[in-house]
Protein backbone atom coordinates (compact mmCIF):
# COMPACT_ATOMS: atom_id res chain seq x y z
CA UNK A 1 0.00 0.00 0.00
CA UNK A 2 1.50 3.70 -0.91
CA UNK A 3 1.53 6.18 1.84
CA UNK A 4 -0.80 9.13 2.18
CA UNK A 5 -1.48 11.85 -0.21
CA UNK A 6 -2.29 14.11 2.43
CA UNK A 7 0.61 15.97 4.46
CA UNK A 8 0.03 16.41 8.24
CA UNK A 9 2.03 18.54 10.46
CA UNK A 10 1.17 17.95 14.46
CA UNK A 11 2.61 20.58 16.54
CA UNK A 12 3.96 19.98 19.99
CA UNK A 13 3.35 16.33 20.81
CA UNK A 14 5.97 14.57 23.45
CA UNK A 15 7.48 11.35 21.48
CA UNK A 16 7.07 8.64 24.16
CA UNK A 17 6.44 11.07 26.82
CA UNK A 18 9.91 13.00 25.99
CA UNK A 19 10.11 16.77 25.05
CA UNK A 20 7.35 18.51 22.91
CA UNK A 21 8.23 18.50 19.13
CA UNK A 22 6.74 18.84 15.74
CA UNK A 23 6.42 16.01 13.73
CA UNK A 24 5.61 16.02 9.37
CA UNK A 25 4.03 12.71 7.77
CA UNK A 26 4.36 13.10 4.29
CA UNK A 27 4.45 10.26 1.80
CA UNK A 28 3.60 7.71 4.70
CA UNK A 29 6.91 8.18 6.41
CA UNK A 30 7.76 10.26 9.37
CA UNK A 31 9.14 13.12 7.18
CA UNK A 32 10.57 15.57 9.94
CA UNK A 33 11.08 16.13 12.94
CA UNK A 34 11.73 19.01 15.19
CA UNK A 35 10.96 22.56 16.78
CA UNK A 36 8.69 25.01 14.78
CA UNK A 37 8.79 23.13 11.48
CA UNK A 38 6.13 24.43 9.00
CA UNK A 39 4.74 22.25 5.70
CA UNK A 40 3.05 23.77 2.85
CA UNK A 41 -0.82 22.46 2.67
CA UNK A 42 -0.68 20.25 5.27
CA UNK A 43 -3.49 19.83 7.76
CA UNK A 44 -2.22 20.92 11.19
CA UNK A 45 -3.34 18.99 14.30
CA UNK A 46 -2.26 20.63 17.81
CA UNK A 47 -0.35 17.96 19.77
CA UNK A 48 0.04 19.94 23.04
CA UNK A 49 -0.75 17.79 26.16
CA UNK A 50 -0.90 15.06 23.86
CA UNK A 51 1.98 11.84 24.09
CA UNK A 52 3.44 10.10 20.62
CA UNK A 53 3.96 6.80 20.55
CA UNK A 54 4.53 4.53 17.27
CA UNK A 55 1.52 2.71 16.57
CA UNK A 56 0.34 -0.28 18.55
CA UNK A 57 0.93 -3.73 17.75
CA UNK A 58 -1.17 -6.60 19.19
CA UNK A 59 -0.05 -10.18 18.58
CA UNK A 60 -2.74 -11.76 19.78
CA UNK A 61 -6.64 -10.50 18.28
CA UNK A 62 -9.68 -12.76 17.62
CA UNK A 63 -10.97 -11.35 14.51
CA UNK A 64 -13.84 -14.48 14.22
CA UNK A 65 -14.04 -13.93 10.81
CA UNK A 66 -14.61 -16.10 8.52
CA UNK A 67 -17.31 -17.54 10.25
CA UNK A 68 -18.72 -15.84 13.24
CA UNK A 69 -19.37 -13.13 11.86
CA UNK A 70 -21.83 -12.48 14.49
CA UNK A 71 -19.24 -11.65 17.02
CA UNK A 72 -16.50 -9.57 14.99
CA UNK A 73 -15.23 -8.97 11.23
CA UNK A 74 -12.33 -7.47 10.26
CA UNK A 75 -14.10 -4.72 9.42
CA UNK A 76 -15.13 -4.19 13.18
CA UNK A 77 -12.29 -5.30 14.76
CA UNK A 78 -9.77 -3.13 12.77
CA UNK A 79 -11.97 -0.42 13.79
CA UNK A 80 -11.57 -0.92 17.27
CA UNK A 81 -7.89 -1.76 16.81
CA UNK A 82 -7.47 1.59 15.33
CA UNK A 83 -9.97 3.41 17.78
CA UNK A 84 -7.58 2.13 20.66
CA UNK A 85 -4.29 3.33 18.75
CA UNK A 86 -3.42 0.37 16.82
CA UNK A 87 -1.81 -0.49 13.15
CA UNK A 88 -1.39 -3.78 13.27
CA UNK A 89 -2.99 -6.92 14.41
CA UNK A 90 -2.15 -10.91 14.43
CA UNK A 91 -5.30 -12.55 13.90
CA UNK A 92 -5.68 -15.97 15.75
CA UNK A 93 -6.08 -19.18 13.69
CA UNK A 94 -9.43 -20.39 15.38
CA UNK A 95 -11.67 -19.38 12.90
CA UNK A 96 -14.15 -21.60 10.72
CA UNK A 97 -12.62 -22.68 8.50
CA UNK A 98 -9.46 -22.69 10.45
CA UNK A 99 -6.63 -20.41 9.19
CA UNK A 100 -4.19 -24.13 8.39
CA UNK A 101 -4.23 -23.55 5.01
CA UNK A 102 -2.41 -20.80 2.24
CA UNK A 103 -5.96 -20.04 1.05
CA UNK A 104 -7.62 -19.15 4.69
CA UNK A 105 -4.84 -16.99 5.79
CA UNK A 106 -4.38 -14.95 2.55
CA UNK A 107 -7.85 -14.34 2.59
CA UNK A 108 -7.54 -13.27 6.23
CA UNK A 109 -4.19 -11.10 4.84
CA UNK A 110 -6.52 -9.58 2.01
CA UNK A 111 -9.51 -9.06 4.01
CA UNK A 112 -7.29 -6.48 6.31
CA UNK A 113 -5.99 -4.63 3.55
CA UNK A 114 -9.10 -4.03 1.85
CA UNK A 115 -10.43 -2.76 5.37
CA UNK A 116 -7.20 -0.27 5.28
CA UNK A 117 -7.25 0.74 8.94
CA UNK A 118 -4.61 -1.74 10.40
CA UNK A 119 -2.44 -4.15 9.03
CA UNK A 120 -3.71 -7.78 10.11
CA UNK A 121 -1.09 -10.34 9.56
CA UNK A 122 -2.63 -13.85 9.87
CA UNK A 123 -1.84 -16.57 12.73
CA UNK A 124 -1.87 -20.03 11.15
CA UNK A 125 -2.78 -22.87 12.99
CA UNK A 126 -0.24 -25.31 14.52
CA UNK A 127 -2.20 -28.89 13.73
CA UNK A 128 -4.92 -29.41 11.12
CA UNK A 129 -8.20 -28.35 12.28
CA UNK A 130 -6.46 -27.41 15.40
CA UNK A 131 -7.31 -31.11 16.14
CA UNK A 132 -3.95 -31.49 17.75
CA UNK A 133 -3.06 -34.60 15.51
CA UNK A 134 -1.07 -33.24 12.78
CA UNK A 135 0.62 -30.24 11.75
CA UNK A 136 -0.55 -28.01 9.74
CA UNK A 137 0.98 -26.66 6.10
CA UNK A 138 3.35 -24.36 8.01
CA UNK A 139 5.57 -24.32 5.27
CA UNK A 140 2.58 -23.25 2.30
CA UNK A 141 1.61 -20.94 4.83
CA UNK A 142 4.75 -19.41 5.50
CA UNK A 143 5.59 -19.17 1.52
CA UNK A 144 1.81 -17.43 1.28
CA UNK A 145 1.02 -14.15 0.28
CA UNK A 146 0.53 -13.58 4.39
CA UNK A 147 3.69 -14.80 4.77
CA UNK A 148 2.82 -16.35 8.26
CA UNK A 149 5.21 -16.52 10.72
CA UNK A 150 3.73 -16.73 14.23
CA UNK A 151 1.78 -20.20 14.63
CA UNK A 152 -0.90 -21.15 17.22
CA UNK A 153 -3.66 -23.22 18.10
CA UNK A 154 -4.83 -20.61 20.51
CA UNK A 155 -7.66 -21.65 22.36
CA UNK A 156 -6.14 -25.22 22.60
CA UNK A 157 -3.18 -25.85 24.07
CA UNK A 158 -0.72 -28.27 22.13
CA UNK A 159 -0.41 -30.52 24.79
CA UNK A 160 1.16 -33.86 22.45
CA UNK A 161 4.82 -33.28 23.28
CA UNK A 162 5.82 -35.03 20.18
CA UNK A 163 3.82 -32.42 18.05
CA UNK A 164 4.88 -29.42 20.19
CA UNK A 165 8.90 -30.49 19.19
CA UNK A 166 7.70 -31.00 15.58
CA UNK A 167 6.09 -27.67 14.91
CA UNK A 168 9.31 -26.20 16.62
CA UNK A 169 11.67 -28.29 14.59
CA UNK A 170 9.53 -27.34 11.79
CA UNK A 171 9.77 -23.72 12.04
CA UNK A 172 13.47 -23.05 12.31
CA UNK A 173 13.83 -22.96 8.67
CA UNK A 174 11.96 -19.74 8.09
CA UNK A 175 12.64 -18.19 11.93
CA UNK A 176 8.89 -18.75 12.71
CA UNK A 177 7.81 -18.82 16.26
CA UNK A 178 5.11 -21.03 17.84
CA UNK A 179 2.71 -19.17 20.10
CA UNK A 180 1.58 -21.67 22.65
CA UNK A 181 -1.71 -21.51 24.81
CA UNK A 182 -0.32 -23.03 27.74
CA UNK A 183 -3.16 -25.18 29.18
CA UNK A 184 -2.54 -28.48 30.34
CA UNK A 185 -6.36 -30.49 28.99
CA UNK A 186 -6.33 -32.63 31.56
CA UNK A 187 -5.72 -30.52 34.33
CA UNK A 188 -8.26 -28.06 33.54
CA UNK A 189 -11.16 -30.57 32.70
CA UNK A 190 -14.21 -28.82 33.04
CA UNK A 191 -12.41 -25.97 34.88
CA UNK A 192 -14.49 -22.52 35.47
CA UNK A 193 -12.50 -19.91 37.70
CA UNK A 194 -8.98 -19.96 39.09
CA UNK A 195 -8.61 -22.90 41.72
CA UNK A 196 -8.18 -21.66 45.37
CA UNK A 197 -10.26 -20.18 48.03
CA UNK A 198 -12.17 -18.45 45.07
CA UNK A 199 -13.38 -21.37 43.05
CA UNK A 200 -14.37 -23.45 46.61
CA UNK A 201 -16.51 -20.33 47.95
CA UNK A 202 -18.32 -20.64 44.73
CA UNK A 203 -18.72 -24.05 43.69
CA UNK A 204 -16.74 -23.68 40.83
CA UNK A 205 -14.25 -26.27 38.92
CA UNK A 206 -10.77 -24.89 39.70
CA UNK A 207 -8.12 -24.32 37.06
CA UNK A 208 -4.92 -24.57 38.89
CA UNK A 209 -1.92 -22.42 38.37
CA UNK A 210 -0.06 -25.76 37.54
CA UNK A 211 -1.76 -26.31 34.45
CA UNK A 212 -0.20 -23.25 32.93
CA UNK A 213 3.05 -23.46 34.57
CA UNK A 214 3.50 -27.40 33.57
CA UNK A 215 3.06 -26.61 29.96
CA UNK A 216 5.16 -23.58 30.10
CA UNK A 217 8.38 -25.28 31.72
CA UNK A 218 7.95 -28.68 29.29
CA UNK A 219 7.68 -25.98 25.87
CA UNK A 220 10.84 -23.81 27.51
CA UNK A 221 12.81 -27.09 27.31
CA UNK A 222 11.41 -28.12 24.67
CA UNK A 223 12.65 -24.88 22.71
CA UNK A 224 15.71 -24.82 24.43
CA UNK A 225 16.35 -28.74 22.97
CA UNK A 226 15.80 -27.80 18.82
CA UNK A 227 17.16 -24.21 19.46
CA UNK A 228 13.55 -22.78 18.49
CA UNK A 229 11.39 -19.72 19.10
CA UNK A 230 8.66 -19.97 21.80
CA UNK A 231 5.93 -17.58 22.52
CA UNK A 232 3.73 -17.86 25.28
CA UNK A 233 0.26 -16.44 24.99
CA UNK A 234 -1.48 -14.71 27.46
CA UNK A 235 0.64 -15.86 30.72
CA UNK A 236 -1.45 -15.57 33.64
CA UNK A 237 0.11 -16.85 37.05
CA UNK A 238 3.52 -15.78 39.58
CA UNK A 239 5.09 -19.41 38.76
CA UNK A 240 5.07 -18.49 35.28
CA UNK A 241 6.39 -15.15 35.38
CA UNK A 242 9.55 -16.98 37.07
CA UNK A 243 9.67 -19.91 34.93
CA UNK A 244 10.25 -17.63 31.99
CA UNK A 245 12.42 -16.06 33.74
CA UNK A 246 14.58 -18.90 34.54
CA UNK A 247 14.78 -19.96 31.09
CA UNK A 248 15.38 -16.37 29.74
CA UNK A 249 18.45 -16.64 32.02
CA UNK A 250 19.65 -19.59 29.81
CA UNK A 251 19.54 -17.42 26.75
CA UNK A 252 16.69 -19.95 25.15
CA UNK A 253 14.30 -18.12 22.65
CA UNK A 254 11.03 -17.80 24.76
CA UNK A 255 9.61 -14.56 24.63
CA UNK A 256 6.22 -14.16 26.44
CA UNK A 257 3.15 -11.73 26.65
CA UNK A 258 0.56 -10.71 28.99
CA UNK A 259 -3.22 -9.43 28.39
CA UNK A 260 -4.20 -5.90 29.81
CA UNK A 261 -6.86 -7.98 31.94
CA UNK A 262 -4.49 -10.07 33.81
CA UNK A 263 -2.35 -6.93 34.56
CA UNK A 264 -5.76 -4.81 36.26
CA UNK A 265 -8.37 -7.03 37.48
CA UNK A 266 -8.30 -10.74 39.61
CA UNK A 267 -10.85 -13.56 40.54
CA UNK A 268 -12.84 -11.94 43.38
CA UNK A 269 -14.62 -10.26 40.39
CA UNK A 270 -16.15 -13.95 39.82
CA UNK A 271 -18.22 -13.98 42.69
CA UNK A 272 -21.22 -11.98 41.27
CA UNK A 273 -21.21 -15.17 38.60
CA UNK A 274 -21.35 -12.58 35.93
CA UNK A 275 -19.68 -14.65 33.25
CA UNK A 276 -18.25 -10.95 31.78
CA UNK A 277 -15.45 -11.88 34.15
CA UNK A 278 -14.96 -15.47 32.54
CA UNK A 279 -11.63 -16.05 30.57
CA UNK A 280 -9.32 -18.48 29.61
CA UNK A 281 -6.75 -18.09 31.25
CA UNK A 282 -8.83 -17.06 34.42
CA UNK A 283 -8.30 -14.14 36.45
CA UNK A 284 -5.76 -14.82 39.31
CA UNK A 285 -5.23 -13.33 42.63
CA UNK A 286 -3.67 -10.03 43.79
CA UNK A 287 -0.05 -11.60 43.72
CA UNK A 288 -0.38 -13.27 40.26
CA UNK A 289 -1.15 -9.42 38.98
CA UNK A 290 1.30 -8.28 41.01
CA UNK A 291 4.24 -10.43 39.68
CA UNK A 292 2.87 -10.16 35.79
CA UNK A 293 3.44 -6.13 36.60
CA UNK A 294 6.98 -6.76 37.88
CA UNK A 295 7.45 -9.43 35.16
CA UNK A 296 6.51 -7.08 32.41
CA UNK A 297 8.24 -3.83 34.36
CA UNK A 298 11.62 -5.76 33.97
CA UNK A 299 11.46 -7.39 30.90
CA UNK A 300 10.87 -11.05 31.64
CA UNK A 301 7.44 -10.39 29.95
CA UNK A 302 7.97 -8.76 26.63
CA UNK A 303 5.01 -7.00 25.34
CA UNK A 304 0.70 -6.86 26.45
CA UNK A 305 -1.28 -8.13 23.74
CA UNK A 306 -4.67 -8.03 24.23
CA UNK A 307 -6.54 -11.45 23.20
CA UNK A 308 -9.41 -9.30 22.27
CA UNK A 309 -12.18 -11.84 22.31
CA UNK A 310 -15.65 -11.07 21.33
CA UNK A 311 -18.66 -13.13 21.64
CA UNK A 312 -22.33 -12.51 20.77
CA UNK A 313 -24.49 -11.39 23.85
CA UNK A 314 -26.13 -14.65 24.26
CA UNK A 315 -23.28 -16.82 24.93
CA UNK A 316 -22.11 -14.27 27.49
CA UNK A 317 -25.17 -13.41 29.60
CA UNK A 318 -26.25 -16.63 30.21
CA UNK A 319 -25.17 -18.69 33.48
CA UNK A 320 -21.57 -19.15 34.57
CA UNK A 321 -21.11 -22.89 33.31
CA UNK A 322 -22.16 -22.30 29.86
CA UNK A 323 -20.75 -18.73 29.03
CA UNK A 324 -18.21 -18.75 26.77
CA UNK A 325 -14.69 -18.06 28.01
CA UNK A 326 -13.36 -14.55 26.63
CA UNK A 327 -13.48 -10.35 26.80
CA UNK A 328 -12.75 -7.79 24.42
CA UNK A 329 -9.92 -5.36 24.64
CA UNK A 330 -8.64 -3.52 21.62
CA UNK A 331 -10.22 -0.32 22.10
CA UNK A 332 -9.20 -0.15 26.21
CA UNK A 333 -5.78 -2.11 26.08
CA UNK A 334 -3.96 1.56 25.89
CA UNK A 335 -5.81 3.08 28.67
CA UNK A 336 -5.70 -0.30 31.23
CA UNK A 337 -1.67 -0.10 30.62
CA UNK A 338 -2.01 3.29 31.36
CA UNK A 339 -3.65 2.74 34.77
CA UNK A 340 -1.79 -0.43 35.76
CA UNK A 341 2.13 0.14 34.94
CA UNK A 342 2.14 4.00 34.00
CA UNK A 343 0.59 5.75 36.76
CA UNK A 344 1.71 3.02 39.32
CA UNK A 345 5.46 4.15 38.36
CA UNK A 346 6.54 0.36 36.74
CA UNK A 347 6.39 1.93 33.10
CA UNK A 348 7.23 5.36 31.43
CA UNK A 349 6.03 6.09 27.54
CA UNK A 350 9.17 4.91 26.64
CA UNK A 351 8.42 1.57 28.43
CA UNK A 352 5.24 1.07 27.20
CA UNK A 353 6.17 1.93 23.21
CA UNK A 354 8.27 -0.49 23.74
CA UNK A 355 5.80 -3.44 25.43
CA UNK A 356 3.24 -2.97 23.15
CA UNK A 357 4.76 -1.56 20.01
CA UNK A 358 8.36 -2.64 19.19
CA UNK A 359 8.57 -5.76 20.72
CA UNK A 360 5.76 -6.73 19.47
CA UNK A 361 6.23 -6.20 16.02
CA UNK A 362 10.12 -8.18 16.44
CA UNK A 363 8.00 -10.97 18.10
CA UNK A 364 5.34 -11.09 15.34
CA UNK A 365 8.08 -10.63 12.52
CA UNK A 366 6.78 -7.00 11.33
CA UNK A 367 10.22 -5.49 11.95
CA UNK A 368 11.72 -6.48 8.47
CA UNK A 369 13.09 -9.25 9.38
CA UNK A 370 10.74 -10.60 6.70
CA UNK A 371 10.14 -8.12 4.31
CA UNK A 372 13.49 -7.43 3.87
CA UNK A 373 12.25 -3.91 2.94
CA UNK A 374 12.66 -2.33 6.48
CA UNK A 375 10.77 -1.89 9.00
CA UNK A 376 6.63 -1.97 8.88
CA UNK A 377 5.82 -1.20 12.69
CA UNK A 378 7.53 -0.87 15.64
CA UNK A 379 10.12 2.03 14.87
CA UNK A 380 10.80 4.58 16.81
CA UNK A 381 9.08 7.76 15.58
CA UNK A 382 12.12 9.30 13.92
CA UNK A 383 12.72 10.54 9.93
CA UNK A 384 12.41 8.31 7.74
CA UNK A 385 9.82 6.08 9.65
CA UNK A 386 6.89 4.40 8.55
CA UNK A 387 4.68 6.97 9.69
CA UNK A 388 2.76 4.45 11.91
CA UNK A 389 1.80 6.39 15.36
CA UNK A 390 -0.90 6.96 18.23
CA UNK A 391 -1.78 10.47 19.85
CA UNK A 392 -2.45 9.83 23.11
CA UNK A 393 -4.02 12.26 25.62
CA UNK A 394 -3.14 11.14 29.43
CA UNK A 395 -4.65 13.49 31.00
CA UNK A 396 -8.49 12.60 29.55
CA UNK A 397 -10.11 9.89 30.79
CA UNK A 398 -13.65 8.51 31.91
CA UNK A 399 -16.25 5.54 32.58
CA UNK A 400 -15.70 3.03 29.67
CA UNK A 401 -18.85 2.14 28.02
CA UNK A 402 -19.02 -0.90 25.55
CA UNK A 403 -21.96 0.38 23.77
CA UNK A 404 -19.70 3.36 21.89
CA UNK A 405 -17.26 0.52 21.10
CA UNK A 406 -16.98 -0.14 17.05
CA UNK A 407 -16.12 -4.39 18.12
CA UNK A 408 -19.36 -5.92 17.29
CA UNK A 409 -19.49 -7.55 20.86
CA UNK A 410 -20.19 -5.63 23.77
CA UNK A 411 -18.13 -8.44 26.40
CA UNK A 412 -15.60 -5.86 28.09
CA UNK A 413 -14.87 -6.15 31.64
CA UNK A 414 -13.99 -2.82 31.83
CA UNK A 415 -17.67 -1.56 31.42
CA UNK A 416 -18.63 0.72 33.95
CA UNK A 417 -14.85 1.47 35.05
CA UNK A 418 -13.22 4.91 35.13
CA UNK A 419 -10.00 4.90 33.03
CA UNK A 420 -7.31 6.93 32.58
CA UNK A 421 -6.30 8.31 28.58
CA UNK A 422 -7.93 8.97 25.65
CA UNK A 423 -6.89 7.61 22.29
CA UNK A 424 -6.79 11.06 20.13
CA UNK A 425 -5.65 10.19 16.99
CA UNK A 426 -4.39 7.01 15.06
CA UNK A 427 -2.33 7.17 11.56
CA UNK A 428 -1.14 4.03 9.15
CA UNK A 429 1.23 5.11 7.31
CA UNK A 430 0.56 8.86 7.24
CA UNK A 431 -3.39 8.15 6.47
CA UNK A 432 -5.32 8.95 9.69
CA UNK A 433 -7.74 6.74 11.17
CA UNK A 434 -8.58 8.25 14.03
CA UNK A 435 -9.27 12.04 14.32
CA UNK A 436 -10.98 13.59 17.60
CA UNK A 437 -11.06 10.47 19.00
CA UNK A 438 -13.66 9.00 16.05
CA UNK A 439 -12.83 6.95 13.06
CA UNK A 440 -11.59 8.73 10.47
CA UNK A 441 -12.02 6.05 7.49
ZN1 LIG B 1 -5.54 -18.55 24.49
ZN1 LIG C 1 -6.83 -16.02 22.41
Same mark, same amino acid.
Request: with cysteine.
Given at each position: ??????????????????????????D???????????A???Q??????????????????????????????? &?????????????????????????DT???? &???????????????????????????S?????G????????????????????????M????????????????????????? #???????????????????A????????????????????????????????????W??????????????????????????????????P????????????????????????????????????????V????????????????????????????????????????????????? #?????H?????????????????????????????S??????????H??????????????????G????
Amino acid at each position: MSGSEQTWLIKGAKPTGGAATDLVLRDGVIAETGVGLSATGAQVIDGDGLIALPGLVDLHTHLREPGREDAETV &ETGTAAAALGGFTAVHAMANTDPVADTAGVV &EQSWRLGRWAGRCDVQPVGAVTAGLAGSQLAELGAMADSAARVRMFSDDGKCVSDAVLMRRALEYVKAFDGVIAQHAQEPRLTD #GAQVNEGEMSGLLGLAGWPAVAEEAIIARDCLLAAHVGSALHICHVSTAGSVEIIRWAKSKGWRVTAEVTPHHLLLTEELAVGYDPVYKVNPPLRTEADVAALRAGLADGTIDCVATDHAPHPMEEKETEWQVAAFGMTGLETALRVVHLAMVQTGMLDWAGVADRMSARPAAIGRLDGSVS #GGGALHGCPLEPGAPANLVLYDPSAGGVVDPAEHASRSRNSPFAGMHLPGHVHATFLRGDATVLDGKLAR
